[in-house]
């Protein structure tokens, strides 16, 4: 299974980038799908994630400017960036729970290579 992300660059403070991530190869389920970030000199952080059924959940620093969506069908998960502030500086990675078997208990984390957005104020 491979994550690639997509859609990282520079943005002025105040604006907003779309980054994505697309799942392939050896697929049954994704359980759930969703984004890190890791500043500099910072450890990775929890973004947020949304399941294949349900609302997304938010790191607090995010709410309301971030938004989290997902394409089941063509296993890519989206992140909307608004109002994008210096401190989202980071390169970001997506994540997913990937179930590549029919009777699969448990799924397996995988990540994407990362894709660095900086914002400038």
């Known amino acids: 299974v491979q994550l690639q992300a997509s859609g990282g660059g520079l943005a002025q403070a105040g604006g907003s980038l779309r980054l994505s991530c697309a799942a392939s190869?050896?697929?049954?389920?994704?359980?759930?799908m969703g984004w890190y970030r890791q500043g500099p000199a910072k450890p990775r952080e929890l973004v947020g994630f949304?399941?294949?059924?349900?609302?997304?959940t938010y790191e607090d620093s995010v709410k309301g400017r971030f938004t989290i969506s997902r394409d089941n069908a063509k296993n890519t998960v989206y992140l909307q960036m608004n109002s994008l502030k210096p401190e989202d500086t980071a390169v970001y990675y997506c994540?997913?729970?990937?179930?590549?078997?029919?009777?699969?208990?448990?799924?397996?984390?995988?990540w994407g290579q990362g894709t660095l957005v900086t914002v400038s104020s």
């Open positions: 994540h997913a729970e990937v179930r590549s078997h029919h009777g699969t208990y448990h799924p397996v984390d995988y």
């Open positions: 949304i399941f294949s059924r349900g609302s997304p």
């Open positions: 190869g050896s697929i049954f389920d994704i359980e759930s």
